[in-house]
T-cell receptor, first 107, second 114 residues
């Protein structure tokens, strides 16, 4: 089983839609999780940290399910500017990235 | 807002040459990382550095690679005898308290080996 798995997508949604991504991880001892956003050929930028059951920041909600070993990211009221790749990262001695999920928001 | 800075933004080098990629981490951060991302692929961990020594490294980080903190601000990645497959985006990152806390990334150096 891969350490951090994400559906690569792309998720193609209209403006205003709600979209959710999942990320599964293999190390049950992991304590910290992050969602990053990466635009084409740019650096990953921190979107949210998830240390306990979840976190919310405006239109973005992250949830952690330790029993099932997955983290989700929910984006409400999608904007065109949300189009990017969303990277799930599991923290630890070696922070590990998933492949990312591509989101395309169209008019 | 403090940020991680990397130079150069783009480096073209001939196969077999040595390159040094430079990074200035955020000043109060204690942990530093190098990652690479081959075009179209995932971000891959290379090495982490704490207290002036390597704390973790991946299987990618072989004898061809080395890291150094030559002074109080710079953090460098040296690639000796570059190969075509070293062509990638190299990202430096730093975090305040290690891998359980948020890491902030520089804008990357695009390395092209020809």
């Amino acid at each position: 089983r891969k350490e951090v798995e994400q559906d690569p997508g792309p998720f193609n949604v209209p403006e205003g839609a709600t979209v959710a991504f999942n990320c599964t991880y293999s190390n049950s001892a992991s304590q910290s999780f992050f969602w990053y956003r990466q635009d084409c050929r740019k650096e990953p930028k921190l979107l949210m940290s998830v240390y306990s059951s979840g976190n919310e920041d405006g239109r973005f909600t992250a949830q952690l399910n330790r029993a099932s070993q997955y983290i989700s990211l929910l984006i409400r009221d999608s904007k065109l500017s949300d189009s990017a790749t969303y990277l799930c990262v599991v923290g630890g001695y070696i922070p590990t990235f998933g492949r990312g999920t591509s989101l395309i928001v169209h008019p | 807002e403090p940020e991680v800075t990397q130079t150069p933004s783009h480096q073209v080098t001939q196969m077999g040459q040595e390159v040094i990629l430079r990074c200035v981490p955020i000043s109060n951060h204690l942990y530093f990382y190098w990652y690479r991302q081959i075009l179209g692929q995932k971000v891959e961990f290379l090495v982490s550095f704490y207290n002036n020594e390597i704390s973790e490294k991946s299987e990618i980080f072989d004898d061809q690679f080395s890291v150094e903190r030559p002074d109080g601000s710079n953090f460098t990645l040296k690639i000796r005898s570059t190969k075509l497959e070293d062509s990638a985006m190299y990202f430096c990152a730093s975090s305040e308290w290690g891998g359980e806390t948020e890491a902030f990334f520089g804008q990357g150096t695009r390395l092209t080996v020809v």
